[in-house]
């Protein structure tokens, strides 16, 4: 065994130290002599991991066993991370003491098992210790703000080092792209245009990159210009752009499959939609190494589906979709998971609103009475409706459900996104108990976990406050108290600490002097403007409107209808001169002027007193003559109607 260390070492004095080819052949040629001599196997090793050959690298240390493994202990866990054996790695990297590459590793595994808390820690640890090269400096610089985009897109901003761009990151094309990567996680879209640009810049600036590797390296950066370019709504700039990428020319498989997406997401006008749904659905082969991130796999799977409702594939979208949800627990706050339920429910409903989506959601909700994300969509639709008052009766049954399931549910059931729904839809009814109930009970839910959410806290802590319920101040107060105990330097939690025992102790007046003067505060506030301009009274919602008016309604005294004038219904050659007919009032039959058609008529007619010749002295007081005179002029008022008839009928 120490004849074949001692021919391979003479072996790499004449050998390159940049030639790793010829180190493998030389390694292999002593094997020959010596199969299990560690040295040898130690520079076959090395060998293979510079020619990016970890497998085989791993079959090295699988053949060296025990004794090559403690030997090389840092070998072996970089060639196991960069084979995609990512907890082998991170737990043999762990072990290894007093070793700042073995740190490296440790959080390069961290980081790519998405532990970026971990990761984080274990990069401050490095930045705080002695730093031998200056290239460190900057890969951990590099690293870390990699790590802070990360927490930023898991919704665990609050854990990020850095909260806004430093000089420095604007120095290297690597800290700026990472820097623009915050700024998109933060949907700063506008920052993060000006970084990915000051980006290229200083890529195309680097004086120690060829143009292929130039070109290499601005590929990821225009990818993500497009995406930023159509959130900011320049559509057009995010068009031609895509248009001039080459996604095949990307040699990063995860970085082309995104190309892809935001390439057609960034198309002006999809003329073929067919098209674009086998280009987006079409597989792409990622190694372990290279895999992507879970936000990213998440947002590509919820737009394949997407583009499967575009083309209406809502039967088979449905199915696909089900099978998400019944493979995962419900209920859930996953962000990911809700938006399945909802392009579920859009399917079911075959991407129609209004009533018709409402009856075939419910039978389905029915189903799973526990699933937030269809209990949102129903929600909405009902708004949308301007029902309120079913929204209501919904999200109040989800409510009631998940308080009668597992304790595990709990979680779920006082999400800072129900409570706030809950909320909503409380003060557009004007049910202000109602919210201070649920605001309450919320806040005593989360008061006793390890990390409450801050700004469910605060609302229920500034509406306590509001009450005039001794106990419900008590509670604003142990509430305020908390928080300000977590973190003393927020202005908020300081100024509602202030403010919940103002009333009650004086030992707060320490915490009051470090917020703003009130003189300074209302520095720009024109009093004299406000008085001119009066109270402006707050807006009603369209339930707190309606009942307002059925209550003013109620109250006021009815008034007495207003008698319509009608318009006068004279006829058409009406003479104001000529008196009227005083027998006008009168049916036809009755007047003295009617006589009935045809012979048998007539006869009839002559037997009744009116309208016959009357004898003389046959009247009582009257005389002939008058009687006369009385039967001659209807005679000529009948006659005269009579010739007006036989004119009409000409």
């Known amino acids: 065994m120490t004849n074949g260390t001692t021919a391979l070492t003479a072996l790499l004095q004449r050998a390159s130290i ?383 459900n998940l308080e009668a399931s597992s304790s595990n549910h709990q979680d779920v059931r006082f999400s800072p996104g129900l409570v706030a729904t809950a909320v909503s839809l409380y003060s557009l009814q004007e049910r202000r108990a109602q919210v201070k109930t649920e605001l309450a009970k919320a806040a005593s839910y989360w008061r006793h976990k390890s990390k409450p959410p801050k700004s469910l806290l605060q609302a229920a802590g500034l509406g306590l406050l509001e009450s005039d319920d001794p106990d419900d101040q008590a509670s604003s107060r142990e509430i305020f108290t908390q928080l300000h105990e977590q973190d003393p330097t927020s202005k908020i939690a300081t100024a509602a600490f202030v403010a919940a025992h103002a009333l009650s102790s004086k030992s707060t007046m320490e915490e009051a002097k470090s917020l703003t003067p009130i003189p300074r505060l209302i520095a720009d506030v024109d009093v004299s403007a406000l008085e001119d301009a009066g109270v402006v009274q707050p807006k009603l919602g369209a339930d707190a409107a309606q009942a307002a008016s059925r209550k003013r309604a109620l109250d006021e005294k009815p008034k007495p209808a207003k008698k319509r004038l009608r318009k006068s219904r004279l006829p058409k050659e009406y003479d104001p001169n000529r008196a009227p007919d005083p027998e006008r009032w009168l049916p036809l039959k009755e007047r003295s002027s009617y006589r009935p058609k045809g012979k048998k008529g007539r006869q009839k007619a002559a037997v009744l007193t009116q309208g016959g010749v009357e004898k003389a002295g046959d009247a009582v007081g009257t005389s002939g003559k008058s009687s006369e005179g009385v039967v001659k002029a209807a005679s000529n008022a009948a006659g005269g109607k009579a010739k007006n008839k036989k004119k009409s009928k000409r």
């Open 18 to 400: 940049d030639d790793p080819e010829d180190i493998l052949k030389a390694c292999n040629a002593s094997l020959k002599q010596s199969k299990r001599d560690p040295g040898i196997l130690h520079a076959k090793a090395v060998a293979l991991i510079k020619l990016d050959r970890y497998e085989d690298a791993l079959c090295v240390f699988e053949d060296g066993g025990d004794t090559l493994r403690n030997k090389a202990p840092l070998e072996y866990s970089y060639a196991l991370y960069k084979a995609g054996q990512l907890s082998d790695a991170r737990q043999i990297a762990k072990g290894i003491v007093d070793e700042r590459g073995a740190r490296h590793v440790e959080a390069q595994a961290l980081y790519r098992l998405e532990s970026f808390d971990d990761a984080a820690r274990v990069y401050q640890d490095l930045a705080r210790t002695h730093k031998s090269l200056d290239s460190e400096e900057n890969d951990i610089r590099i690293n870390t703000t990699a790590i802070d985009a990360q927490l930023e897109w898991n919704g665990s901003g609050e854990h990020a080092q850095k909260k806004k761009p430093r000089r420095e990151d604007l120095e290297a094309f690597e800290t700026a792209y990472n820097a623009g990567c915050v700024s998109v996680a933060r949907e700063d879209f506008s920052q993060a245009l000006v970084l990915l640009k000051r980006s290229e810049d200083l890529c195309n600036a680097a004086g120690d990159l060829s143009d292929e590797e130039k070109s290499i390296e601005i590929l990821p950066i225009q990818v993500q210009q497009i995406y930023v370019l159509s959130k900011l709504g320049k559509i057009q700039e995010a068009d031609h752009l895509a248009s001039q990428l080459s996604t095949t020319s990307i040699l990063d498989a995860s970085t082309q499959y995104i190309a892809r997406n935001n390439v057609i997401s960034a198309s002006k006008d999809i003329s073929n939609l067919y098209l674009a749904h086998r280009l987006l659905h079409t597989k792409t082969s990622i190694s372990k190494t290279d895999k992507l991130f879970t936000n990213q796999s998440n947002l590509l799977q919820e737009n394949r589906i997407i583009m499967d409702l575009l083309i209406s594939k809502h039967s088979g979208m449905f199915q696909s979709t089900s099978n998400i949800i019944t493979q995962s627990p419900e209920p859930t706050t996953s962000e990911h998971l809700n938006k399945i339920s909802v392009l579920n429910a859009a399917a079911l409903a075959q991407s129609r609103l209004g009533n018709f989506g409402i009856k075939h959601m419910l039978p389905l909700l029915e189903k799973r009475p526990l699933d937030v994300g269809l209990t949102m969509v129903i929600l909405q639709l009902y708004t949308l409706s301007n029902n309120h008052g079913a929204a209501v009766t919904v999200l109040e049954s989800l409510l009631k």
